[in-house]
């Protein structure tokens, strides 16, 4: 990050219409925010959910940025996060899959998963869990007895089973061949649609290595 500017990323609610991104880049630009990244996490209902990874000056206000983009009609400011670099979504997925599939043992696959999925997705804990039984976590996660309560809860809902929607501040996705669940927690920075579905995505992937791996 070069000296006197900070990695901003604002997530904006806008309408899904031709023309609204362009207002918003526009008001970024007003206040000499390069946007060097644009992704966009879900959309649906006339609505886009989009990330901006924009390049600020320290002497610009987060608060005067939020006001710039919201003077355009239309469109909300979710969250803003100062962070020190840039994620890549789709290049962060595919050096986490051939992390997982470079693991040597089943353990150490669930230490990686677990890891790389905290990483990646910037949550403040994740857990792979066999029934009660917590194979591998890391950050600050609750108790045994709860997380299998939210998995129990999340099975009985297809369109969460599957990635396509769920509570804001979790994340679940499993690992059939071995009837597992990964979690993912993060507060304050609800998970969007996208997101869940490159977490089924990974989180098959390493099925298939376990498996692999027994073998």
């Known amino acids: 990050m070069s000296s006197g500017t900070v990695h901003v990323l604002v997530r904006v609610w806008l309408p899904d219409r031709p023309g609204a991104l362009g207002l918003v880049a526009s008001r970024i630009g007003a206040v000499e925010g390069d946007i060097v990244g644009i992704d966009v996490l879900e959309r649906g209902a006339g609505v886009a959910v989009d990330e901006f990874a924009v390049v600020l000056k320290e002497s610009v206000a987060i608060d005067l940025l939020v006001r710039e983009i919201e003077e355009v009609d239309g469109p909300s400011v979710e969250e803003v996060r100062t962070i ?24 150490e696959l669930h230490e990686t998963l677990v890891e790389k999925m905290r990483t990646d997705f910037l949550a403040d804990w994740t857990a792979l869990m066999v029934g009660s039984d917590v194979l591998a976590s890391v950050g600050k996660v609750a108790d045994p007895s709860m997380l299998a309560a939210l998995v129990s809860g999340a ?10 929607t769920g509570p804001d501040d979790l994340a679940i996705a499993s690992l059939p061949s071995h009837r597992a669940s990964l979690l993912l927690g993060r507060d ?13 995505a990974l989180a098959g992937i390493a099925d298939r290595t376990w498996s692999l791996l027994e073998e």
């Open 84 to 107: 020190g670099h840039f994620p890549d979504p789709r290049l962060d997925a595919l050096q986490s899959a051939s992390t997982l599939c470079a693991a040597a043992t089943p353990a």
């Open 188 to 200: 304050g920075h609800p998970f969007r649609r996208r997101e869940r579905a490159q977490l089924v």
């Open 155 to 164: 099975s009985a809902s297809p369109r969460v089973a599957d990635g396509t």
